[in-house]
Structure formats: C-alpha cells, structure tokens
C-alpha cells in the first residue's frame, strides 16, 4: 500500500522557520509530481508548491520566496522548507504524489501535518 508520511510539522514563531518532510513508501517520488497543499479552518485545501518529475517547481503567490520545495531521490523523500512564516501560513499542511500512466491517474495523500504560527 502506498504511504506518504509528512513530519516537521510543529508551533513556530512569526518569522521562524520549519522543514517538512514527506516520506514516500510503494512509489518512486521522482516519478511523481508531487506537491505539498495547505488546509486552514474553515478554508479549501490550496495547493503551496509543486515540483514535476523533471524538477521544475511552481509556487502560490503568497510562499514565492519564502518556501522552497526539493526531492532527494536517495531517500525518496520531498521536502518543504518553511522560511519567514507568517501566522496566516497556519494550516494542516498535506503532501500529494500525482500520476497519469496510460490514462490511469493515480493520486496519493498523506495524513497531514500541522504548522501553527503564532506568538
């Protein structure tokens, strides 16, 4: 069974910073697009950031400088650098692996992690 376990989740500070990890077990993440989604109460889920199976990354507007996505392929595990957090960053933070093989689409969720900014 395919598992997507997020950790680093935690209470920061305004102005701190938290790496999040998601760590993929039955698939390979470089073969995946993969991408981290944020819930806050009472809000739809948004997706954060993204990173394709060639590499490239893409960011809502409201992380653009702040968060940085990666993929280490050796521990096939996709991170979420959180710098210079913000309390409206405050959110249950999910990670997504995404497919389409053979026009079969195959789309994975882990549990969720939750990042609380506050003072």
């Known amino acids: 069974q395919v598992q997507l376990v997020e950790s680093g989740g935690g209470l920061v500070q305004p102005g701190g910073s938290l790496r999040l990890s998601c760590a993929a077990s039955?698939?390979?993440?470089?073969?995946?697009?993969m991408s981290w989604y944020r819930q806050a109460p009472g809000k739809q889920r948004e997706l954060v950031a993204g990173i394709t199976r060639d590499g490239t990354t893409n960011y809502d507007d409201s992380v653009k400088g702040r968060f940085t996505i990666s993929r280490d392929n050796a521990q096939n595990t996709v991170y979420l650098q959180m710098l210079s957090l913000k309390p409206e960053d405050t959110a249950v933070y999910y990670c997504?692996?995404?497919?389409?093989?053979?026009?079969?689409?195959?789309?994975?969720w882990g549990q969720g992690t939750q990042v609380t900014v506050s003072s």
């Open positions: 039955r698939i390979i993440v470089s073969s995946y697009a």
């Open positions: 997504n692996a995404h497919r389409l093989l053979y026009a079969r689409e195959y789309d994975y």
